[in-house]
């Protein structure tokens, strides 16, 4: 099925966040072409609720990805592995907002990597609260950001 399917068979607001999901677990799945792609063929009226529901998708896509890093930190078996564990999150205790910056840097523009980055925010114990604001606002920016580039552009 392809995401032309997924709008089709879902309507156009579940599609976007059915495909934002699904792009956030499956890399090669990218969600930005398919924005690019939308836009291009029905024009930037919808954006703020497609950008929405795209943010939103990304980040229900990315919850179960922070709680299984966040639970995986509890299986560690040796007590060395939990020892370092703990002085890397006592570091990063240390650096207060930087993890939240480094994360909404990642969920705006890609680097480090998003994926990575939601990942660690769940090993380092990033609470769930600000992990879900910075996600979600950050892939929010992110996504109207490429829909008006893409309107701008198909002028």
Known sequence: MNAQAIVS????????????AISSV??????DLFLIGLT???GAAAAVPIVLCAAAGQ???????????????TLLG????????????????????????VLATSAIAGLPPFSIMATAAGVL????????VVVFAGRAARFAIVIAATALASR
């Open 40 to 42: 291009v063929a029905t």
């Open 125 to 132: 114990a990033i609470r769930l609260r600000p992990f879900c």
């Open 26 to 31: 499956i890399p090669i799945v990218s969600i």
């Open 9 to 20: 068979a879902l309507g156009l607001y579940a599609g976007v966040f059915v495909v934002g």
């Open 59 to 73: 980040l229900a896509g990315k919850l179960p990805i922070y709680a299984a890093s966040r639970g995986a930190t």
């Open 78 to 101: 040796s007590p060395s592995h939990r020892e370092r564990l703990d002085r890397m999150r006592a570091r990063v205790a240390r650096w207060q907002r930087a993890p939240l910056a």
